[in-house]
């Protein structure tokens, strides 16, 4: 008798062990959905963290969502209550809230509300969303979800040829997440031994492989309802070879003709003319007609420079405001006009990363009327290393017309130790990075015309920036020659005097050699340099010889 019931109590465990549980998962904990109106988002074959929101029968995807995964380009400003998309030649302006009516056909609309706020989140409206994005999805229903594809191939699909389960996991005592009657086809995404995980309605989860028949491969409907427009640009024949002319007052742009003596290989001259003056959207002038004719007169192109160096203006507050920043694109092309330059350069330095979104929208809606009036728009931009990704190099590239990278200040007057403004691996760097995320023939690398003479001692490292013909001065007083270091690709000395120890990385005809020549092996747009002035005439030779290469 104890041993029946020890071999009944054995076969019953192996029956239990073997047997195909029942229980039902919670599928409102399975796509983590924490209230009503949530719906789960099943991007591609994954489930997101992210929700939409079904609202009076529509369906809304938070801004971040929207920016994530479908598209950079909207744009709120939560001040004047606007929603804006911007293209080549518009921007699209809505007032959060209003209402878009669509065709449903026998001649009536239905209206839903583009963008709305629920708690402190902008949501979009997803039909809003594809006016301007390819991209297909289908809601489910108990639980709300929703599949959503951006990219369509070819998925494997398999036919249940016998009823059976999708279970959680793989395994027979895995919770069940969907009944499968035979017949009904699911998507089949990763096989394994005894098991294979698949997707059906945004379910994701594990049949036995015994409950499939043959597996099928069928191309997917790509959604092309919409096509992007053209970012079309003003580009130069052949290779930019640009400096700046550091001008400070009105007078000084009559010395143009004495900063240009002895100067070949330069096509493009970029003046420091424009700065910013308050947080309305106002900037200082000192453009000049005269100068921009000599400048032509010599076969120079002429793109002012505006910056934000002013310590009295909050750049954002300026570029926050579609207003403000209405009222500065205005007044840019206006000079612009006045002037008869041929581009407009920003130099906007020390953005802050809460600043960033709204630095891109300016350059996005700058580039509208830049490229309506034939004016070149290039944008200065610090070697991508640190926290800078909030430039928004990627869309630069899309929308304007050059990305210059400023490619030094390696080391600089804030550094705690002393080392080269621009060596080669810094500058090689600089390039690869912004090619990850800009094309080469719109990216401009800027060069350094000055050297830093650094001293250390007594526990400070302290710099001076000096032109080449001053760094050399500094060596002969002082009785020392430079030697190549092929490390940085420079000529460096040291010595010591006076209990101080200096040391320098020269920027001359050498260095400049290997940079325009590593430049020219990735196939870039061209060159730039800060600043004139700075620079040994001989110099130029080799800019001579980069242009024409």
């Known amino acids: 008798l104890i041993l029946l019931i020890a071999v009944t109590s054995l076969g019953m465990k192996l029956i239990e062990r073997c047997s195909y549980s029942k229980e039902t998962a919670d599928m409102n904990e399975y796509f983590n959905l924490q209230a009503d109106h949530e719906t789960a988002i099943v991007l591609q074959d994954e489930i997101l963290e992210d929700k939409a929101l079904l609202l009076d029968g529509v369906y809304y995807f938070a801004l971040d969502t929207v920016h994530k995964y479908f598209n950079e380009r909207f744009y709120e400003d939560r001040g004047e209550n606007l929603l804006i998309y911007t293209t080549p030649d518009d921007m699209i302006r809505t007032i959060i809230g209003s209402t878009e009516y669509i065709e449903k056909g026998a001649g009536q609309d239905a209206g839903f509300i583009i963008a709305r706020y629920e708690g402190d989140t902008l949501y979009i409206a997803a039909d809003y969303v594809k006016k301007f994005t390819n991209f297909s999805y289908e809601p489910f229903t108990e639980p709300a979800r929703m599949q959503v594809y951006t990219q369509w191939g070819e998925q494997d699909l398999a036919e249940i040829s016998k009823d059976t389960q999708i279970r959680y996991q793989g395994g027979v005592k895995s919770e069940i997440l969907k009944e499968m009657p035979k017949g009904s086809q699911v998507v089949v995404l990763e096989e394994m031994d005894t098991w294979v995980k698949v997707k059906s309605d945004a379910i994701i989860g594990y049949v036995e492989k ?78 000049s007609v005269d100068y921009v004719a000599q400048a032509h007169q010599m076969g120079l192109e002429v793109w002012g420079l505006v910056d934000n160096f002013n310590k009295e203006v909050d750049s954002y507050s300026v570029l926050s405001s579609t207003t403000k920043r ?52 290039s944008i200065d931009n610090y070697v991508p290393v640190g926290n800078t990704g909030h430039y928004g190099r990627a869309e630069q590239g899309r929308v304007a017309d050059y990305v210059i990278i400023m490619g030094y200040d390696e080391h600089w007057s804030g550094s705690s130790e002393a080392g080269s403004v621009a060596s080669i691996d810094f500058v090689e760097k600089g390039i690869q990075k912004t090619l990850e995320e800009v094309p080469a023939d719109k990216i401009i690398n800027a060069v350094p015309f000055y050297t830093r003479v650094w001293k250390s001692g007594g526990g400070e490292v302290t710099s001076d920036a000096v032109g080449m013909e001053a760094a050399d001065r500094f060596l002969a007083d002082n009785g020392v020659s430079a030697v190549w270091d092929e490390s940085t690709c420079q000529n460096y000395a040291e010595f010591e005097k006076d209990g101080m120890f200096y040391q320098v990385w020269l920027e001359d005809e050498q260095s400049i050699e290997v940079k325009l020549n590593r430049m020219a092996s990735y196939n870039i747009a061209g060159v730039g340099a800060w600043k004139l002035g700075l620079e040994r005439p001989s110099i130029w030779n080799v800019f001579d010889l980069y242009l024409h290469g």
């Open 326 to 377: 209405a009222h500065l694109i205005e007044g840019l092309m206006q000079a612009a006009a006045a002037c008869g330059m041929d581009g407009i350069n920003i130099d906007f330095e020390q953005i802050s990363e809460e600043t960033g979104e709204h630095f891109v929208q300016f350059i996005r809606e700058l580039s509208i009327p830049c490229r309506a009036n034939g004016i070149v728009l």
């Open 210 to 287: 015994k409950r499939l028949g043959g597996t099928h491969k069928e191309t997917m409907t790509a959604v092309t309802d919409y096509q992007e427009p053209e970012y079309t640009r003003i580009a130069r024949n052949g290779r930019v070879c640009m400096a700046w002319h550091q001008v400070t007052t009105q007078a000084a742009n009559a010395y143009l003709p004495d900063v240009m003596a002895g100067v070949e290989g330069l096509n493009t001259i970029s003046p420091t003319w424009f700065s910013l003056s308050d947080n309305e959207g106002n900037f200082t002038s000192i453009a």
